[in-house]
């Protein structure tokens, strides 16, 4: 029998970015707010200081900051004519646990969704025709535009210290931004990164090619900055351990850099880690949450009673609760019915190796988890769809992490994989090679989707959430397009010898990393039957239970999702603040 | 069991006894400290030193964090563009409308919520910082690699040339012998104000030098030196220097317990990372332009964070030891001076 503890406001599932966002802001507003975390508490210091913190084998290898997989997983099929089966360990994405989620092992990269993105049926429909969709995709726009969210892109640029310069204020182009950046009504409040060698090569080759390269925004503080909550952060010391692991020094924006210390201050805000969430409970007609039940550290089951329920789990996790629960009408792409698990994607990635002559030194180590030279030439709808027969687009660049010891190792194709042949190619070209990556948007389609696995559980014995997903054909004709355009800047780079274009292909594969941009499942919308939460992230059929996060998105853009999910979180809990909390149901009827 | 080379195996042990023993302190910080619950909970922000944004802030006159071209909002702000900062202002002026506001538009470190450590820490301000010179933010549109003025020269210098230069100076040109405050080996006498070379790189010492006479970095007596100096003449003193031997670092973690807190753990909630994540485990300086602690006279040690504080050194690269310096109280930046003198087994 579940213990029953005393009543609160607000429950939020997850500890990440949008948990950090929406249970600080209802706390100022004088709510008792309650944030389950199921990992645990992870502090810059001591947590993150070197030297330990620069530990490959721990933090990439054996995902110190990413979901058990042990005990919790997903499992992955194709189509559903396939038998789904569990992923053993993470090799598609690296969904976050522990205090700051995602939101804390992230590489900084970031980016805000371009406004196509947000009308994109019929922004394309209205310029190519609809014939443009092939039939199989179910891309559908957003209940919101982006001059909508500008105001709160603003909001989550000055939480997070972005560096960036602007290339359209207000609508005013600037001569040293990115040209096709969509309009900001303030410049980023820090400077750009400074950049490695490899991407400078890249913007020169791309820039002589006619394209406009720039150095990418991140969410890596480029100078000491005091943020929008009054919290510093400091300079990044470009050391390149940002992606799988904590910043050591202040400067990757994080929910425990940039909010938690705040919020942690307020008497009626709590966080408790450890706390693991099964389900969201409902009344018997199903139509109101009376709060979410959780395994606490101690392995005991807790129900946690709460007027609101907000869903900010891992994005995906979000959908699989929601199924757990009961909450929403599962999608059935037989039937083409419900809505809840509807329209995943992920991200389509690319690449093109470059190989160096021996003269050109990379110096693969000096580098950060978002510094690069990108473009945005062929991203959304920059370029003229017309003749290639495609919808969607993305960015490219180049992007120098670092040259870790043990994931780093670049060999032209047909290197044998150990050896002394091996060892050679290794020591000629690591200190020689890059790679352009390729960024891009990702349609769904009804085939693509997420549902709960009839055969494999978890530690609690829950069904594991099961994906469903291939590329649709759309997405592979661009990929294969952006990829030709990656290879022919490689070639005009100074210094390449070789380069080795890697288009998408069919099948998605889930043993290569593609991003941890996993997306859609509870679609945002204004209709019902094809969305799970209304403009407002509102569940249509349990007002009382919001979701925010990346599962919201209808489809997914060429950008990275975080600037966006910072957005969107502002925008959700705006409007509770402003309207729900006065008066409790559906914000749109 | 293996004692045949006794520098190399003290250095060693040391590592191997410091590197667990870090790790058992941040276990326990973590285990104990702030046990259970509480294990989630900021460190308690007590009024301390002014955060680098209030002064600008308080006197209103940066609305935008790094915005405007001259705003000291930062202590550091080097600035934007000329395009991004003439914006500025009236992008601030109408920033986003009604439920992003409180937060977001005007200035933004004292908007802050209440409990926020910005907002405490206003009572122990020393007066009014200086605003630092801006340090230009490079355009996102410049990929051109960049290398500084004094690197070429220190890559051809004479060591020989620079020790000439050391001990007997060039007085026609204003241009002290550095051996009468620096020690005949580079080694300063303890107890003063001057610092220890020897164990410095020449890459910080060109660069320090540099800085002197550009005047990003001052001292009455090394700003006349410097300017004395020619481009060579730099690079040769530099690379002398640098070739002569550091004091050994005792293998001892002793010392005031703040400052060794500060040293390999930082301080959560001051946003203050360890000293040791740049300066290398035990102050023993890290890279070509991250200068060694260990073995500075505490003097020296002291004028330079309170030249940092104050905005009398500027040259640090993009104002880190500047933010960090206005975070740290007098108290804490005395024991770290102690602590980082006794390092050497030469200081006492």
């Not at chain 1, 060892?423 to 990556?437: D, E, G, L």
């Not at chain 1, 998605?508 to 094809?530: C, E, K, M, R, V």
């Not at chain 2, 050994?248 to 400052?259: C, I, N, Q, T, W």
Request: charge should be neutral; aromatic fraction near 8%; charged fraction near 15%.
């Amino acid at each position: 029998m579940a213990k029953t503890l005393p009543a609160v406001d607000v429950a939020i599932v997850g500890g990440g970015w949008t948990g950090a966002i929406i249970g600080k802001e209802l706390a100022a507003a004088n709510q008792r707010v309650v944030v389950l975390e199921r990992g645990e508490a992870r502090w810059p210091s001591p947590d993150f200081q070197g030297p330990n913190v620069h530990d490959e084998l721990k933090y990439t290898r054996r995902h110190a900051l990413h979901q058990n997989a042990a005990s919790e997983t997903y499992t992955f099929r194709n189509n559903i004519d396939q038998k789904a089966l569990p992923m053993r360990r993470w090799q598609f994405a690296y969904p976050g646990t522990h205090l700051g989620g995602a939101g804390n092992h992230w590489s900084g990269a970031y980016y805000r969704f371009d406004p196509t993105d947000f009308n994109i049926r019929s922004h394309y429909t209205e310029r190519y025709g609809a014939k443009i969709f092939d039939a199989d995709l179910t891309s559908q726009d957003w209940p919101m535009s982006y001059d909508e969210l500008e105001p709160y892109f603003d909001r989550f640029d000055y939480l997070i210290g972005a560096s960036g310069q602007a290339g359209n204020l207000k609508g005013q182009k600037q001569a040293d931004g990115n040209p096709f950046e969509p309009w900001r009504s303030r410049p980023y409040p820090n400077p750009p990164m400074k950049v490695p060698f490899a991407p400078a090569l890249f913007g020169a080759a791309a820039k002589g090619l006619g394209y406009h390269p720039y150095v990418q925004p991140s969410a890596l503080a480029t100078r000491p900055y005091v943020n929008s909550e009054g919290l510093h952060m400091s300079a990044c010391v470009y050391c390149g351990f940002c992606s799988n692991f904590g910043c050591e020094h202040f400067a990757k924006a994080s929910p425990q850099v940039c909010i938690l210390p705040v919020a942690m201050k307020m008497e009626n805000f709590e966080i408790r880690t450890g706390a693991h969430v099964l389900k969201v409970e409902l009344t018997e007609d199903k139509k109101r949450a009376r709060g979410v039940s959780y395994v606490d550290a101690a392995g005991e089951e807790v129900f946690q009673p709460a007027e609101i329920v907000v869903m900010c789990a891992f994005s995906i996790n979000n959908v699989r609760l929601l199924l757990l629960s009961g909450i929403g009408k599962p999608f059935d792409p037989v039937t083409n019915t419900g809505v809840v698990g509807r329209n995943y994607t992920h991200q389509t990635t690319s690449g093109v190796n470059l190989f160096f002559d021996e003269a050109t030194n990379i110096n693969p180590f000096m580098g950060a988890g978002a510094v690069a030279v990108t473009m945005d030439d062929f991203s959304a709808d920059n370029f003229d769809h017309g003749p290639h027969g495609f919808v969607g687009g993305g960015y490219l660049q180049i992007q120098v992490v670092s040259g870790a010891p043990i994931g780093y190792h670049p060999t032209p194709k047909g290197t044998p994989s150990w050896g002394s042949e091996w060892k050679k190619q290794v020591k000629r070209y690591y200190n020689h090679s890059a790679s352009i990556t390729i960024t891009g948007s990702a349609q769904p389609t009804r085939g693509t989707y997420l549902s709960l696995d009839p055969t494999y559980k978890d530690a609690w014995g829950l069904p594991l959430l099961r994906i469903t997903y291939d590329f649709p054909d759309n997405d592979i004709r661009m990929s294969a397009f952006l990829t030709e355009k990656g290879d022919e800047i490689g070639r005009a780079m100074k210094g390449v010898v070789r380069t080795e274009p890697g288009p998408r292909k069919k099948p998605f594969t889930a043993t290569s990393y593609q991003s941890t941009h996993l997306t859609g499942g509870t679609a945002i919308g204004d209709d019902p039957n094809t969305s799970v939460v209304n403009r407002y992230g509102q569940v249509w059929d349990v007002p009382n239970v919001f979701v925010a996060g990346a599962s919201l998105f209808p489809q997914n853009s060429g950008y990275n999702p975080t600037g966006t999910v910072g957005a969107t979180a502002y925008w959700i809990v705006e409007k509770i603040k402003a309207d729900y909390l006065r008066s409790p149901g559906p914000l749109v009827t | 069991m293996m004692q045949t080379n006794r520098m190399g195996m003290m250095v060693t042990v040391g590592l191997m006894i410091g590197l667990p023993v870090i790790t058992l302190v941040a276990t326990g910080y973590q285990m104990v400290g702030l046990g259970g619950e509480g294990l989630i909970r900021p460190t308690a922000v007590t009024p301390r030193a002014a955060p680098v944004a209030a002064p600008a802030t308080a006197a209103g006159a940066a609305p935008a964090i790094g915005t405007a071209p001259a705003s000291p909002a930062q202590g550091t702000s080097p600035s934007t563009s000329p395009t991004a900062t003439s914006a500025a202002p009236s992008a601030v002026a109408t920033a986003p409308a009604a439920p992003a506001t409180a937060a977001a538009a005007g200035g933004t470190a004292t908007t802050a919520a209440p409990a926020a450590p910005a907002a405490a820490t206003q009572g122990t301000a020393p007066a009014a910082l200086p605003a630092p010179t801006p340090v230009p933010g490079r355009s996102a549109l410049d990929f051109s690699p960049s290398r500084p003025s004094w690197e070429a020269p220190l890559q051809k210098a004479d060591a020989k040339m620079g020790q000439q230069l050391a001990s007997a100076g060039r007085p026609a040109g204003g241009v002290q012998a550095c051996v009468a405050c620096h020690g005949a080996q580079g080694v300063a006498a303890p107890g003063g104000i001057f610092p220890t070379l020897a164990g410095l790189s020449g890459e910080y010492m060109a660069k320090q030098l540099t800085d002197y006479r550009s005047g990003v970095r001052n001292h009455p007596l090394m700003t006349a030196i410097a300017k004395g100096m020619t481009d060579d003449e730099i690079g040769q003193v530099a690379k002398y220097y640098a070739s002569l031997p550091a004091q050994a670092v005792a293998p001892k973690l002793s010392g005031p317990e703040s400052a060794r807190k500060l040293d390999v753990l930082g301080e959560n909630g001051r946003a203050l990372p360890a000293c040791a994540n740049c300066h290398g485990v035990q102050g023993q300086g890290e890279g070509p332009l991250l200068p060694r602690l260990a073995g500075q006279p505490k003097g020296y040690f002291i004028d330079q964070m309170n030249a940092f504080r104050n905005g009398q050194r500027q040259n640090d690269d993009v104002g880190v030891m500047r933010a960090f310096s206005q975070r740290l109280t007098p108290e804490e930046i005395d024991a770290l001076g102690t602590y980082y003198e006794g390092m050497t087994t030469a200081a006492k």
